[in-house]
């Protein structure tokens, strides 16, 4: 955790003012029983009523000073521990987003929600019980002791040996439950995955009568989350009475012993009761301890989460990079001999990939499910590095640009239609902030999105809800079709973009868009025949390989396993006839 205090650097005058102020309050707290003991022994012994009121009013005055000294302490903890929880949850966000998509796949996002949420929540916590109590429950114990020693050091003995036999008791309940807080985190992780499956598998869960065994399935989970939190809480709970039955028998010893003091004249009855108020101080200090280091290993653990994802450095990175220009002649998109594998993975996703398409051209990709159409297109904008060979655009290695220059070039429209929360026009302005509204428009016009929008009373200022579920899948995937289209990017990928949308309005998308992206390179890929028949290039995949390139009749003619992906479309008549 200590490695986290870094992001405290921008409070540190917060982190010495909130540690301060409990010293302050402990110094305080200490005088007080002595402070009783004068009222007992001189006030009260000697009927003094002026010395009772005067000291009475002193230790009115340590009160209030110590809850001064509280509230000064609380007010510069909170605001020193917010702030760490702040930076560190703004820094881990930022990072997060550096990471690869094939990081975040193999992590997983529910588990990186937790760690976002929870963990920082637990450390933050952590911090501020660090400013509030490192400083002030181990000067209470030291500073109760010496007060003790300065009154009687025969019943100091006492407190000598009380002291490390709670110690002890406190020691033992942290050992036995740091372990299952350990356990509670990870088992926590695990009932953040199943309800995040569930809420967004619902339909699925509901269309195939799944609920019971989601539901068992999350009891599961949650049973044996609250198990390992009860078992931890009992052994959490048995520190209190443990603790409690130990100061009260050394309480005990202290007033048994410290009358025969009395009686023997060695201490007088006033330091009797000051010696019992240090007693209470360093139980409930030690207590305090207790709950402090229970805290710090939940800290602890969530700390050790969080640097995990911290510490992951980014498997791709355009730092170094600088903008590059255009290469005359070049094509568009060129790959020479590429391949790409998952990290896990010992087969080749694609293998030995070599194909260019020139500016203004459309390539189909085509393929059977799982053959690596969506991987290639996704190695264009380098959401993945190849593991052989090159991804030129413009001429350039996609290595070498900025990230920010290369997709700046490319508008991507991914399988699943991803929405966000706000209106249309504000997802219509994600590739280009400052878009106009006749920009906007003619991108829904070519994505054939116009006509639903012009229908809403509010048009492009229509509220999407989270993930646009207010609107149709169909109209979900027009809406990502013209943000891409926004901005006029010299690369437009479509990855299976138009699946939820009716071979009609497929039909007047592909003219749309054949009739308006002049000087466009446009990638389409998709399981339809009808979808690519038209294109300047067609690419043909099979098991991770190209098996045919060229245009729909070359191929027809060329390429079995394109002929078979045809006349399980179409008829002979249908396949051989043009556009």
Known sequence: MLRLFRYLKNYKRESILGPLGKLLEAIFELIIPLVMAKIIDVGISNADKPYIYKMGALLVGLGVLGLFASLFAQYFAAKAAVGFGTELRSDLYKHINTLSHSQIDRIGSSTLVTRMTVDINTAQTGVNMILRLFMRSPFIVIGALIMALTISVKLTLIFAIFTPIISAVIYFVTKKTVPMYRSIQKKLDRTTLITSENVSGVRVIRAFSRQENERERFKQSTDELSVTQTTAGRFSAIMSPLTYVLVNVAVILIIWYGGISVDTGEITQGEVIALVNYMSQILLSLIRVAEFIMLLTKSQASSVRILEILDKAPDLSDEGNTPVKDKPGGCAVKFNNVSFSYVSSERSTLENISFEAKRGETVGIIGSTGCGKSMLVNLIPRFY???????????????????????????????????????????????????????????????????????????????????????????????????????????????????????????????????????????????????????????????????????????????????????????????????
């Open 385 to 579: 590095d190849v593991t052989d060979g090159q991804v030129l655009v413009d001429g350039n290695d996609v290595r070498d640009y900025p990230f920010e220059q290369l997709r700046g070039k490319i508008g991507i429209v991914p399988q699943k239609a991803v929405l966000f929360k706000g209106t249309i026009r504000e997802n219509m302005q994600w590739r280009k902030a400052d878009a106009d509204d006749e920009e906007i428009t003619n991108a829904l016009e070519i994505s054939q999105a116009l006509d639903f929008v012009r229908l809403k009373p509010e048009g492009l200022d229509f509220e999407l809800s989270q993930g646009g579920t207010n609107l149709s899948g169909g109209q979900r995937q027009r809406l990502t079709i013209a943000r891409a289209l926004v901005g006029n990017p010299e690369i437009l990928i479509l990855d299976d973009s138009a699946s939820a949308l009716d071979l009609a309005t497929d039909a007047r998308l592909r003219k749309a868009l054949a009739q308006n992206t002049h000087g466009m390179t446009v990638f389409i890929v998709s399981q339809r025949v009808s979808a690519i028949r038209n294109a300047d290039r067609i690419l043909v995949l099979d098991d991770g390989k190209a098996v045919g390139i060229g245009t729909h009749d070359e191929l027809m003619k060329n390429c079995s396993v394109y002929r078979e992906i045809c006349l399980s479309q179409l008829t002979l008549e249908e396949a051989q006839r043009n556009g």
